[in-house]
């Protein structure tokens, strides 16, 4: 029975960063200034990868990542760590969003989730407790 409600609050925790993922490329969307006459990263392609982690005896079991509508969602993930594969993020795109969910060891377990664009750490979100959730946005 306290598995359910465990399975259940993961469900949910995924679905709300699923939901923070989109949201945050519908506020990029929405937040045009024209800077760079076409938005996003002007001039070449980018190489992006998401990784996870989490504190010893925690697990991690689902991840969403993408830029601007183009997002993947995996899961039955399990471990402490995690990493996405390399992808391409065309020029002109304009934000790239990761996260991802999973179950603490205890109250004060965590889960880190960064975003590397070009090799270099660009972004850095945390989460903690028993239910973990962590996600990152980086806008070019």
Not at 58 to 87: H, K
């Amino acid at each position: 029975m306290k598995k359910t409600g465990l399975n259940s609050r993961l469900k949910k925790a995924f679905i709300a960063m699923v939901a923070t993922v989109l949201l945050g490329f519908i506020a990029s969307c929405s937040n045009d200034d024209d800077d760079n006459n076409g938005g996003g990263s002007s001039g070449s392609s980018h190489k992006v990868v998401f990784k996870a982690q989490a504190s010893p005896g925690s697990n991690i079991a689902n991840a969403a990542y993408g830029y601007d509508a183009n997002n993947t969602q995996v899961t039955g993930l399990s471990g402490t760590s995690w990493t996405s594969p390399e992808i391409t993020v065309p020029a002109g795109a304009v934000i790239v969003n990761g996260g991802v969910v999973g179950t603490g060891a205890n109250a004060s377990s965590t889960l880190k989730v960064q975003i590397y664009i070009d090799g270099e750490l660009k972004k850095e979100a945390t989460g903690s407790g028993t239910t973990l959730s962590a996600t990152a946005s980086y806008s070019f």
